[in-house]
């Protein structure tokens, strides 16, 4: 078994897996990253010299939204990612033990007694 190709062929299945998810989240984490910073900027504004400055509670009202759309955003990324991890695993695994299992099909070793593609486990 020749490593370089091995390689190459993590690499290539990892490109062809997720390639595509680490641009569309990018997009995602620009978008809701500028909203976010609006939303802090003008609670921020208005609380200093704007309609929030004399009110607490509606300044508390937009600073609990802030937070609950942080943490949307924040979760939305974090799942993303486990998304993502799972892809990447399921890749390279299935080039690793898929070379593994060519290895010893090819010598006679008989389909019972190949191992299997371990699954992700976060």
């Known amino acids: 078994m020749n490593f370089e190709e091995i390689l190459g062929s993590v690499v290539a299945a990892l490109k062809e897996e997720i390639g595509d998810d680490l641009s569309s989240i990018q ?7 500028r909203l976010l910073a609006k939303q802090t900027a003008w609670i921020a504004t208005s609380r200093t010299t704007g309609s929030l400055k004399d009110d607490d509670e509606l300044y508390e009202f937009f600073v609990e939204n802030l937070k609950t759309n942080t943490e949307g955003f924040v979760r939305s990324i974090a799942m993303h990612t486990i998304i993502t991890i799972e892809k990447a695993w399921n890749a390279v695994a299935n080039v690793l033990w898929g070379a593994i299992r060519t290895a010893l099909t090819g010598v006679g070793i008989p389909n019972s007694m190949l191992p299997e593609t371990p699954p992700f486990s976060a």
């Open 27 to 33: 997009g995602f984490i620009d978008s809701q990253g």
